[in-house]
């Protein structure tokens, strides 16, 4: 008995770590694809509530920022069926310092990220599943590949792609 307690203690002891190593990860990207600043700290917390139930089954076939990532993509998809909400970062972008305490330079800031943003959301959506997890997620290609179900090099294509689309709409428009 002293063992199986003993156990539990390491598995809540190993889980806290990776929290505390992930935790700041799958926020960023749930706050890179939902609106609501204070939905995706809902999620974030569902996130981490699925990946402690889950834990013991976790084998270590992939990372844990990418199994965890794959559990953030799940609840982000279940979100979006539930709400019908458009998928687009989150007004957290225009709550960056202003740059050198410039309002001007903050201001111009803002519009291009406006502009990305607008960019961003004419991509078809497994590329901007691609760039959410690559850029929010903080992902390599192979962990992208893992949490999306695609091979490695399906997923440079599909960024490569995206990249390409975006360099071409931003040069059409600016």
């Known amino acids: 008995m002293g063992s199986s307690k003993k156990q539990h203690a390491d598995v809540k002891k190993d889980f806290e770590e990776l929290y505390n190593q992930n935790f700041a990860r799958v926020n960023r990207y749930l706050r890179y694809r939902v609106i609501n600043t204070w939905d995706a700290d809902d999620l974030t917390t569902l996130v981490f509530v699925k990946a402690l139930e889950k834990f013991e089954t976790f084998r270590g076939e992939s990372s844990f920022s990418s199994w965890v990532l794959c559990i953030a993509h799940n609840v982000y998809v279940d979100y979006i069926r539930k709400s019908r909400e458009v998928a687009t970062p989150d007004e957290r972008m225009y709550q960056q310092e202003a740059v050198d305490g410039i309002p001007e330079e903050q201001m111009l800031l803002n ?5 990305l943003r607008a ?5 078809p959506l497994d ?3 691609v760039m959410a997890l690559r850029y929010a997620g ?9 949490v999306l179900g695609k091979t490695e090099v399906a997923v440079r ?7 390409k689309i975006l360099r071409g709409n931003m040069k059409k428009y600016g």
Do not use: S
């Open 111 to 115: 519009e291009e990220v406006e502009e």
């Open 119 to 123: 960019l961003m959301n004419e991509l």
């Open 127 to 129: 590329y901007r599943d």
């Open 138 to 146: 903080e992902l390599r290609f192979k962990q992208i590949g893992e």
């Open 157 to 163: 294509m599909i960024h490569h792609r995206a990249v």
